[in-house]
């Protein structure tokens, strides 16, 4: 089961994502260039960000990795802005004043989100697409192969094993000492190896 993690520091962020201070400051501003409340809290004299905030850096963070931008986040919608919430004593006569709001807000936020995360997929699939290597499409299979490979082996002389003779005329097995298919004459001559041999001639 994995822990929520309700707060972390800048330099929490640092060790997080394994980047520089310098560069958490600058995704937390693009971050609030893009609409979004990323103003720490003050607790026991630290600044702090909330489990909201931590979801949006982590979702920032998977699309830079993948070699997106900060100008790809989808920015936020409406005025819904991430919720600063009061800790110890003042968290609970918060709670309790105010829990119907609370709960619409969270059920808000949490929608909001789910649909970051959405957009953040679909911007990792797309680069992804993007950069992986596009396989070329086989070429479409000749459907007068085996006529071609026929009328060559009649113009050359070449005599054919049954096993190879037989995919040719599409049969799994070949009839008798001589018969016609495809405009061609097929004759038993003698053998090949293990197998008989066919003389291929026209109708």
Request: charged share 25%.
């Amino acid at each position: 089961m994995t822990t929520q993690i309700d707060s972390l520091t800048i330099k929490d962020f640092e060790a997080r994502s394994g980047v520089t201070r310098s560069n958490i400051y600058n995704r937390i501003d693009g971050l609030k260039k893009k609409g979004y409340a990323m103003e720490p809290e003050k607790q026991n004299g630290k600044s702090v960000f909330n489990a909201d905030q931590i979801a949006l850096m982590d979702s920032l963070d998977s699309v830079l990795k993948d070699g997106g931008s900060i100008a790809e986040f989808p920015a936020a919608h409406g005025s819904i802005e991430l919720s600063h919430r009061p800790t110890g004593q003042a968290e609970k006569s918060y709670r309790t004043q105010d829990t119907k709001q609370d709960s619409g807000s969270i059920m808000l936020f949490g929608g909001m989100i789910d649909a970051i995360a959405g957009k953040v997929a679909d911007i990792l699939s797309i680069r992804q697409q993007e950069t992986s290597p596009q396989l070329p499409s086989p070429p479409p299979a000749d459907p007068l192969a085996n006529l071609k490979a026929l009328q060559e082996a009649c113009d050359q002389g070449w005599l054919l094993s049954s096993s190879q003779l037989a995919p040719l005329v599409g049969l799994k097995k070949l009839p008798g000492r001589e018969f016609e298919r495809f405009g061609f004459k097929f004759l038993k001559v003698g053998k090949s190896d293990a197998e008989s041999a066919w003389k291929v001639g026209k109708a």
